[in-house]
């Protein structure tokens, strides 16, 4: 599977930004998608995981109430949707897939098999 992430960019503090990540070379709805996000001399972290169906969708407490992830199975694409963006919202983000396995909410790096490129976002203050 290959992904490939999109719409990051400079907003100022308060801005909202709609980020994309396209799959490609399988089957979409086989897996669980998630949204990680490393800023500059910190580690990468978790933003948030939907389901393969998008029934259910989970979040760091960080952004939670701000960030919504959603995805859209008939064109093979997960979004995260980022508002009242804050300077320390700033990293790049990337998109991640899991395959299907009922191990329920996993939100480790090493659970995801397949990995985006990344999409800056930076919020000025």
């Known amino acids: 599977v290959q992904l490939q992430a999109s719409g990051g960019g400079l907003v100022q503090t308060g801005g909202s930004l709609r980020l994309s990540c396209a799959a490609s070379?399988?089957?979409?709805?086989?897996?669980?998608m998630a949204w990680f996000r490393q800023a500059p001399g910190k580690e990468r972290e978790f933003v948030a995981r939907?389901?393969?169906?998008?029934?259910?969708?989970y979040y760091a407490d960080s952004v939670k109430g701000r960030f919504t992830i959603s995805r859209d199975n008939a064109k093979n694409t997960v979004y995260l949707q980022v508002n009242s963006l804050k300077p320390e919202d700033t990293a790049v983000y990337y998109c991640?897939?899991?395959?299907?396995?009922?191990?329920?909410?996993?939100?480790?790096?090493?659970?995801?098999?397949?990995w985006g490129q990344g999409t800056q976002v930076t919020v000025s203050s």
């Open positions: 070379g399988g089957t979409f709805s086989n897996y669980d």
């Open positions: 939907i389901t393969w169906s998008g029934g259910s969708a």
């Open positions: 991640a897939a899991d395959r299907i396995n009922g191990r329920g909410i996993r939100t480790a790096q090493a659970a995801y098999e397949y």
